[in-house]
């Protein structure tokens, strides 16, 4: 069974309009969680963090089920510059902090005009 | 400032060579890591330093050596790569190793290729 798994897409999507990424996790005991973006060959850069209670920034959405192991990220208003690989990022071992991170395979996002 | 600095960007080595990669952050971090990354696959970890010692090493092949001379700089030593190995490496730092929630930065990465 894969550690984090994404719809790979792409998802080709009009500019303005509101798209969704999900991602589910195995270890049910993992801490955190996070969304990165990355352009072609490029480093990921980190979107954002993911919280049980949910949290916003800006355009961006993020969502945690626990129960479900399930992450989400949606993306309002959607631009041009959003077009990217969103990676769903989980640290795996329990307590967190220096441990490495697990990468799902990543979602392409292409923004259409 | 969230800047994590590798050297070289881009790097051509024979199987015989020894070369070395570069890694410094000056943000106080003092978690270092060391992933792989192929095309189209997404990052893999291979070391993890906490102040400086050496916590997790995720079987890698002993060609690649790591070394953590103090806690901005991370190295990452090669040597009898193989073609197989070609791949963008990336250095990321974090800030308080058991830290919870704590945050990864990367690297731009050193893109390696192995002739």
């Known amino acids: 069974r894969k550690e984090v798994e994404q719809d790979p897409g792409p998802f080709n999507v009009p500019e303005g309009a509101t798209v969704a990424f999900n991602c589910t996790y195995s270890n049910s005991a993992s801490q955190s969680f996070f969304w990165y973006r990355q352009d072609c060959r490029k480093e990921p850069k980190l979107l954002m963090s993911?919280?049980?209670s949910g949290n916003e920034d800006g355009r961006f959405t993020a969502q945690l089920n626990r129960a479900s192991q399930y992450i989400s990220l949606l993306i309002r208003d959607s631009k041009l510059s959003d077009s990217a690989t969103y990676l769903c990022?989980?640290?795996?071992?329990?307590?967190?902090?220096?441990?490495?991170?697990?990468f799902g395979k990543g979602t392409h996002l292409i923004i259409q005009p | 400032d969230t800047e994590v600095t590798q050297t070289p960007k881009h790097l051509v080595m024979g199987m015989t060579n020894k070369k070395s990669l570069k890694c410094e952050q000056h943000m106080g971090h003092r978690a270092m890591y060391w992933y792989k990354q192929k095309a189209k696959k997404p990052p893999e970890l291979m070391f993890v330093y906490s102040y400086e010692k050496l916590s997790i090493n995720e079987s890698v092949p002993s060609r690649f050596s790591p070394e953590c001379p103090n806690s901005s700089l991370l190295n990452l030593h090669l040597h009898a790569l193989q073609p197989e190995d070609s791949a963008l490496y990336l250095c990321?730092?974090?800030?308080?190793?058991?830290?919870?929630?704590?945050?990864?930065?990367f690297g731009p990465g050193t893109r390696l290729k192995v002739s």
């Open positions: 993911v919280y049980s």
């Open positions: 990321a730092s974090s800030t308080r190793p058991g830290l919870a929630g704590d945050e990864q930065y």
């Open positions: 990022v989980v640290n795996m071992l329990p307590g967190g902090g220096a441990d490495g991170l697990t």
